[in-house]
């Protein structure tokens, strides 16, 4: 009858191999996960949607205030409008939480410049000045009444200062004496008037 022995000790190549593979095993079964589990937290961050480019959202129209003819939020002229997300865009939303959007959700709102109109029509002004510009009935109308006076005493100076008056009130060059703007139509012909400045005018200077 044969004597059973005890098995004979490994030898140290073998348990290194062995050990290699168990190592090797290890890190390929959970390495892709580890490393996804560590990119997750520190990943890209997701966009807000104040930040999506144009075409993928769509604002809508502000609510006009038919008496000023501008927007009925309009503060220290800034208003703002709804915008919404496209479809199937994933993005921060105003409150800072991150939203799948399907369309329908308002995504952020986005501030538009409006105007300061304290009741001055443009276009009442503009017939003042046009019909009854020799009296200085403009001039009273906007606020002018020592310019409105000197030109009813001399009949619109002459008649030349009523045509000055009615191209610069045409013009808007000449606004209420407040300092606010004409009501114009939202919708409307409007005069946007430009200017030349440091920033506008000279163009920035690359050195090598």
Same mark, same amino acid.
């Given at each position: 009858?044969? $004597?059973?022995?005890?098995?004979? #000790?490994?030898?140290? *190549?073998? +348990?290194?191999?062995?050990? /290699?593979? !168990? ?11 580890? $490393?996804?589990?560590?990119?997750? #937290?520190?990943?890209? *961050?997701? +966009?807000?949607?104040?930040? /999506?480019? !144009? ?11 038919? $008496? ?141």
């Amino acid at each position: 009858m044969a $004597a059973l022995w005890p098995p004979a #000790p490994a030898a140290p *190549e073998a +348990l290194a191999a062995q050990l /290699l593979g !168990v190592v090797w095993f290890v890190s390929a079964t959970t390495g892709s996960w580890g $490393a996804a589990a560590i990119a997750s #937290p520190g990943g890209e *961050e997701t +966009l807000k949607c104040e930040d /999506l480019k !144009v075409g993928q959202y769509i604002c809508k129209d502000p609510k006009i205030n038919d $008496a000023t003819q501008e927007p009925v939020n309009c503060t220290n002229y800034t208003a703002h409008v709804l915008c919404f997300p496209a479809p199937n865009i994933t993005c921060k939303d105003f409150s800072g939480n991150e939203t799948h959007f399907t369309g329908n959700e308002v995504g952020f709102y986005k501030p538009i410049s409006c105007r300061n109109v304290n009741g001055y029509s443009y276009k009442v002004a503009v017939a003042l000045s046009l019909f009854l510009g020799w009296l200085g009935a403009d001039r009273f109308y906007l606020g002018y009444p020592a310019l409105g006076l000197l030109k009813f005493c001399t009949v619109g100076f002459c008649g030349i200062g009523s045509l000055i008056d009615f191209i610069l009130i045409s013009m808007q060059i000449v606004g209420p004496s407040d300092g606010s703007s004409y009501i114009i139509d939202y919708y409307g012909t409007r005069l946007t008037r430009l200017s030349i400045t440091n920033e506008t005018f000279r163009k920035t200077q690359f050195y090598p």
